[in-house]
């Protein structure tokens, strides 16, 4: 379990990124941080794994404070994905992947076994392994960046907008795969996006943030759609334009679910 | 032709003298410069400072400089050691600017990702800068390579033996063949030189198809050409 206990952030520069925030991460499920650039959402993240140290409160893993723990050693045992899948682009796929075993102090041959592994896992090909990052499409080297997250087989497995730069229709494969890996690994997921759709489809627990890290909302995301706690979740959610208020009507014998504005959006099954 | 053929020993003695007068400062200037260029791009406030030092250096006339050395570092005045560490000092001048843009053109996105996957601060280093800056650092090399072979030949003048003796020898006696084959020896070790970075450059950094070219690269033939109008002696 992770928990944040009134955690605070300000930078150098003045700017107050988080005030005070408090939540506990189930273990074994994906929690989203959700909100618009500004909320403080990648700040949270990154005080996990101490990219970031807070200006006051803890965070805690495990009921082990982070900040007792050696910075190098805690990165090497979550795993991290970022936007653009951050990979070193002068070494090939595999070692890309390889070198966190490396880094934890696998020798060679166990590392590039156990990355071969891991990048069929993530439904890579192995003909790709040889390539250079630049040689990938912007979907593969993702999944890359995935399977170099996994690699050493961490509990916690951080992703910073991992799929924001890619094509909705890569995205949306790639989002089907995480869920599916998820359902293989449990892993404990903290997983940032601006994407209230990405939230609701990848969140078992939803925490969707206003500026300075404020909570305006944490639940399942039918919880939240259920009973929104207040204006900004209803708009932010989308509940407001229409198209999340779904009835039904009957055409021609077939049930058919419409949105507010009278898009026709599925089919009822029976 | 005939010059040549009855001089070849010495030619070749002068070649090899050449090769290692050039070689040897354009190694400790690369090994000296890329630290001081890294420091420089790490601590952005001494950044001018360091890199208008190595201006400076480099604006000092070579044989003033030649001349000046062994009274400072106490070496004879024939002695070859202050030709190489004058030349030294001139490739660690052009290189801590090219070291400094080299490591600024590592992405910093490329830099966070490494140290958000647990690579240690030296590892790092060594791992991911150092070859992220190959392709700027292997242009200022280049530079750095050709204006050290022309810049040896200087060295003639206060009496240590290179190629450019010939140049001294050949215009004393009115001996345009020498000279010739002095400018000759002077262009192919330059090119010879050039060949091997770049072959270098394609065996350690075969992921950098397309180099990234720092705000350095004048072309090495250029510089080398602007050498011998007199650019600098």
């Given at each position: 379990?992770?928990?944040?206990?009134?955690?605070?952030?300000?930078?150098?520069?003045?700017?107050?990124?988080?005030?005070?925030?408090?939540?506990?991460?189930?273990?074994?499920?994906?929690?989203v941080f959700v909100g618009?650039?500004?909320?403080?959402k990648t700040?949270l993240l990154r005080?996990?794994?101490?990219?970031?140290?807070?200006?006051?409160?803890?965070?805690?893993?495990?009921?082990?404070?982070?900040?007792?723990?050696?910075?190098?050693?805690?990165?090497?045992?979550?795993?991290?994905?970022?936007q653009?899948?951050?990979?070193?682009?002068?070494?090939?796929?595999?070692?890309?992947?390889?070198?966190?075993?490396?880094?934890?102090?696998?020798?060679?041959?166990?590392?590039?076994?156990?990355?071969?592994?891991?990048?069929?896992?993530?439904?890579?090909?192995?003909?790709?392994?040889?390539?250079?990052?630049?040689?990938?499409?912007?979907?593969?080297?993702?999944?890359?960046?995935?399977?170099?997250?996994?690699?050493?087989?961490?509990?916690?497995?951080l992703m910073d907008e991992p799929?924001g730069?890619?094509?909705?229709?890569?995205?949306?494969?790639?989002?089907?795969?995480?869920?599916?890996?998820?359902?293989?690994?449990?892993?404990?997921?903290v997983f940032v996006t601006h994407?209230?759709?990405?939230?609701?489809?990848?969140?078992?627990?939803?925490?969707?943030?206003?500026?300075?890290?404020?909570?305006?909302?944490?639940?399942?995301?039918?919880?939240?759609?259920?009973?929104?706690?207040?204006?900004?979740?209803?708009?932010?959610?989308?509940?407001?334009?229409?198209?999340?208020?779904?009835?039904?009507?009957?055409?021609?014998?077939?049930?058919?679910?419409?949105?507010?504005?009278?898009?026709?959006?599925?089919?009822?099954?029976? | 032709?005939?010059?040549?053929?009855?001089?070849?020993?010495?030619?070749?003695?002068?070649?090899?003298?050449?090769?290692?007068?050039?070689?040897?400062?354009?190694?400790?200037?690369?090994?000296?410069?890329?630290?001081?260029?890294?420091?420089?791009?790490?601590?952005?406030?001494?950044?001018?400072?360091?890199?208008?030092?190595?201006?400076?250096?480099?604006?000092?006339?070579?044989?003033?400089?030649?001349?000046?050395?062994?009274?400072?570092?106490?070496?004879?005045?024939?002695?070859?050691?202050?030709?190489?560490?004058?030349?030294?000092?001139?490739?660690?001048?052009?290189?801590?600017?090219?070291?400094?843009?080299?490591?600024?053109?590592?992405?910093?996105?490329?830099?966070?990702?490494?140290?958000?996957?647990?690579?240690?601060?030296?590892?790092?280093?060594?791992?991911?800068?150092?070859?992220?800056?190959?392709?700027?650092?292997?242009?200022?090399?280049?530079?750095?390579?050709?204006?050290?072979?022309?810049?040896?030949?200087?060295?003639?003048?206060?009496?240590?033996?290179?190629?450019?003796?010939?140049?001294?020898?050949?215009?004393?006696?009115?001996?345009?063949?020498?000279?010739?084959?002095?400018?000759?020896?002077?262009?192919?070790?330059?090119?010879?030189?050039?060949?091997?970075?770049?072959?270098?450059?394609?065996?350690?950094?075969?992921?950098?198809?397309?180099?990234?070219?720092?705000?350095?690269?004048?072309?090495?033939?250029?510089?080398?050409?602007?050498?011998?109008?007199?650019?600098?002696?």
């Open positions: 379990m992770i928990e944040y206990r009134s955690i605070g952030k300000t930078f150098a520069d003045g700017t107050e990124a988080v005030g005070d925030f408090s939540l506990q991460l189930p273990s074994r499920t994906t929690t618009s650039s500004g909320c403080g700040t005080m996990v794994n101490r990219m970031v140290d807070p200006s006051h409160g803890q965070v805690l893993i495990d009921d082990v404070d982070v900040s007792t723990r050696n910075k190098v050693e805690l990165r090497r045992s979550i795993g991290y994905v970022m653009e899948a951050g990979l070193l682009p002068h070494r090939k796929v595999i070692d890309n992947v390889a070198l966190m075993m490396r880094l934890k102090g696998a020798d060679k041959k166990e590392a590039r076994d156990r990355a071969h592994e891991v990048l069929e896992t993530v439904g890579l090909d192995s003909s790709l392994a040889n390539r250079y990052p630049a040689q990938l499409s912007g979907g593969q080297q993702q999944r890359v960046g995935v399977a170099r997250g996994l690699v050493t087989d961490p509990n916690i497995l799929f730069a890619v094509d909705p229709i890569v995205r949306d494969e790639l989002q089907q795969e995480l869920l599916r890996l998820q359902r293989e690994l449990d892993k404990t997921i994407d209230i759709d990405e939230a609701f489809l990848l969140g078992d627990q939803v925490v969707i943030l206003k500026k300075g890290g404020e909570i305006a909302q944490v639940g399942s995301p039918a919880e939240i759609l259920a009973k929104p706690a207040n204006d900004f979740v209803s708009s932010f959610i989308g509940l407001e334009k229409g198209h999340r208020k779904l009835h039904v009507e009957e055409r021609n014998g077939t049930r058919i679910v419409v949105d507010e504005t009278g898009k026709a959006t599925g089919v009822l099954s029976e | 032709m005939s010059w040549f053929n009855a001089n070849t020993d010495k030619v070749w003695d002068l070649l090899l003298s050449h090769l290692w007068l050039s070689g040897l400062p354009i190694l400790l200037g690369f090994v000296i410069a890329v630290p001081i260029g890294w420091f420089a791009n790490r601590h952005r406030r001494l950044r001018g400072t360091i890199l208008s030092l190595g201006g400076i250096l480099y604006t000092i006339p070579s044989l003033a400089f030649f001349l000046v050395l062994p009274s400072i570092i106490g070496t004879g005045f024939l002695d070859p050691v202050n030709v190489v560490v004058a030349l030294t000092v001139y490739a660690v001048a052009i290189m801590v600017r090219s070291a400094a843009d080299a490591f600024e053109s590592v992405s910093p996105a490329v830099l966070d990702a490494a140290t958000a996957t647990g690579f240690a601060p030296t590892g790092r280093a060594f791992l991911v800068e150092l070859p992220l800056a190959g392709p700027v650092l292997l242009a200022g090399l280049r530079v750095v390579a050709v204006s050290t072979v022309s810049l040896v030949s200087v060295g003639a003048l206060i009496g240590v033996s290179n190629l450019g003796s010939l140049f001294t020898e050949g215009y004393r006696t009115d001996n345009d063949a020498e000279i010739l084959i002095g400018v000759i020896g002077i262009v192919g070790l330059a090119l010879l030189f050039d060949l091997v970075l770049v072959i270098a450059g394609r065996l350690l950094m075969p992921w950098a198809r397309t180099p990234r070219q720092g705000r350095s690269p004048v072309s090495p033939i250029m510089s080398f050409a602007q050498h011998l109008r007199g650019g600098r002696v």
